[in-house]
């Protein structure tokens, strides 16, 4: 059901963090409900899609409030494009839940192939007598120890979308976890009391099919990766990771164009081609958000700066952005992000490393001092004089400086 919306005194700021943790929140939950064929959770991204239509509104309301002279409105020209970026990646989730709530056909292989994804997504059901059920997130504290997330959790029927520290886990909650296999092996069994096994996947039947699946995945990765970089570019108002997200973009344009090229290919031989239109939805769907990501980092890219409200915003969202100078004699020094367990210990999920000194196998591929690695891995070899751009809770943003220091 749609509301009046009217014009009143509030901080951009608030808005624009609030639109960022919703937007990255719907991305989560929109592919949780393909992974989990939950109309549930495909109507909370619809009621948060509404909710993100009023988040623009006001910000667009104020914002025009606050352009008094040409100079105000050259400042403010990318806060209205950071806008317009997180309508469009909430209209891409929208469409996404669709696929669900519409029962627009997916292959058995696309819910097979998400848990797989950079960060597994994973279902657990909070039991009596665990250690997580009747403590709070901030006492569980298990995005920092795991580096898994509780994203959402079903109570009685409802979801509570992007839960926070003082939320209390309660025996019967069904919540949705996001994290790194190693570290869902770790939590699942803190509110479930069983072991975690990973799904077996489906053989799949018809190559071109899984090819078109594993690209959607990989589309998916790195649209999610530009988001994160893009949020980077304009809190430290970056034109290195500005460009990386161009880099990014036109990734997932190449993507796509090669899964279109093979779900065609896939549909001469399956029974039922029409089965395959929501492969053909997630793709688009993805390819919008990477899009949108282009459009958050556009005011660095044209040399407009970052307007310091963004900066703030960033800072004051659900999950920060650190960029961290690595010391010389730190642990990380001459070590490698899976050596260290980075993600283990603190919680922080790495998302790219600013070269100081090249190493040598680094110089061979082309890059040297100066140069952004993107998505490091936990092979990524650091040195004393790179820099690290990492996400994730203010707790886990500390250990990293103890790390780095």
Known sequence: MSHEVEYEPVSVKELLAEMKDTAELLIDLSYSAVLLGSDEVAEEVLELEERMDVLQLRARMSLLMAARSPEDAEALAPVLGIVGAAEKIS???????????????????????????????????????????????????????????????????DWLPNPDHETRVEAGDVTLLRGPEAGVVEAYPKL???????????????????????????????????????YGAVLFDSDGLAEEVVELEAEVDALQSRFEAWVLQAAADVNDPVSLRGLVHLATSTEIISDAALEISEGVLRGLGTHPVIQEAVLESDEVIVRLPIAEGSRLDGATLGGQMVKT??????????????????????????DWVVSPGPTTALNAGDSIIAKGTRAGAERLASLVS
């Open 91 to 157: 209209d891409a989730a929208g469409d996404i839940a669709k696929v669900v709530l519409e029962d627009i056909g997916l292959p058995d292989e696309m819910r097979a192939a998400l848990p797989e994804s950079v960060e597994t997504l994973v279902r657990a059901t909070a039991r009596p007598d665990t250690p997580a059920t009747g403590r709070t997130l901030g006492e569980l504290n298990l995005e920092t120890d795991t580096g898994v997330r509780i994203i959402a959790i079903r109570r009685q029927g």
């Open 345 to 370: 210990e603190t919680g922080m999920r790495v998302i790219a490393v600013r070269r100081g000194e090249a190493s040598a196998d680094e110089t061979r591929l082309g890059h040297g001092p100066g």
């Open 192 to 230: 479930t009391g069983e072991e975690y096994i990973p799904p077996d996947s489906p053989e799949a039947a018809i190559d071109d099919l899984e090819r078109a699946v594993d690209s959607i995945v990989l589309m998916k990765d790195m649209a999610e990766l530009a988001v994160d970089i893009a």
